[in-house]
């Protein structure tokens, strides 16, 4: 049997796989400023990132994702994490987190927003996507040669985000 025999087992939890990505410039992380339109995150502050198409690889996705969004070529990606998410469906997002340290190049606006370089210190002072003040600080805080965090996010009764990271 190859790997390409696989088939997905309808009788298990699958998950739709995404990127997130933060370029840091010393204290500044490039966030998106949510175009006003959108209807997730309107005007919220979130990190660069999306869908991985078909054929793609998670890294070449990021790649792109960056690219459309920023207008940044290759930053020189490394995947520092990965977050599993229960939407409380059968279906699920698996988020693969990747940071990068600014080499230069033009932003530009696109349809999912503006990027906008933000002072690590001063977050909390932005309307931000609701793991952001947690996952941020985590991706800053990482030393080279650490492996990739592990979390999963989950909501309690009343709907609020819980973050767990493994280890």
């Given at each position: 049997?190859?790997?390409?025999?696989?088939?997905?087992?309808?009788?298990?939890?699958?998950?739709?796989?995404?990127?997130?990505?933060?370029?840091?410039?010393g204290?500044?992380?490039?966030?998106?400023?949510?175009?006003?339109?959108?209807?997730?995150?309107?005007?919220?502050?979130?990190?660069?990132?999306?869908?991985?198409?078909?054929?793609?690889?998670?890294?070449?996705?990021?790649q792109?994702?960056?690219?459309?969004?920023?207008?940044?070529?290759?930053?020189?990606?490394?995947?520092v994490?990965?977050?599993?998410?229960?939407?409380?469906?059968?279906?699920?997002?698996?988020?693969?987190?990747?940071?990068?340290?600014?080499?230069?190049?033009?932003?530009?606006?696109?349809?999912?927003?503006?990027?906008?370089?933000?002072?690590?210190?001063?977050?909390?002072?932005?309307?931000?996507?609701?793991?952001?003040?947690?996952?941020?600080?985590?991706?800053?805080?990482?030393?080279?040669?650490?492996?990739?965090?592990?979390?999963?996010?989950?909501?309690?009764?009343?709907?609020?985000?819980?973050?767990?990271?493994?280890?």
């Amino acid at each position: 049997m190859s790997v390409l025999d696989q088939k997905p087992d309808e009788n298990r939890y699958t998950i739709i796989p995404r990127t997130l990505i933060f370029i840091t410039r010393g204290e500044y992380v490039l966030l998106l400023r949510g175009d006003p339109e959108k209807k997730n995150w309107s005007e919220q502050y979130n990190g660069v990132g999306g869908h991985i198409e078909p054929g793609e690889d998670v890294l070449s996705a990021a790649q792109r994702e960056l690219k459309e969004e920023t207008g940044l070529d290759d930053q020189s990606l490394k995947l520092v994490g990965t977050v599993t998410i229960d939407t409380g469906q059968e279906t699920g997002i698996g988020l693969f987190v990747f940071q990068g340290e600014y080499q230069g190049g033009n932003l530009f606006p696109s349809e999912e927003g503006t990027a906008v370089w933000i002072p690590v210190d001063q977050i909390s002072e932005f309307p931000l996507v609701e793991d952001l003040p947690t996952l941020i600080p985590r991706v800053m805080e990482r030393e080279q040669g650490d492996p990739p965090f592990s979390a999963h996010y989950d909501a309690d009764e009343q709907g609020h985000l819980l973050i767990s990271f493994a280890g």
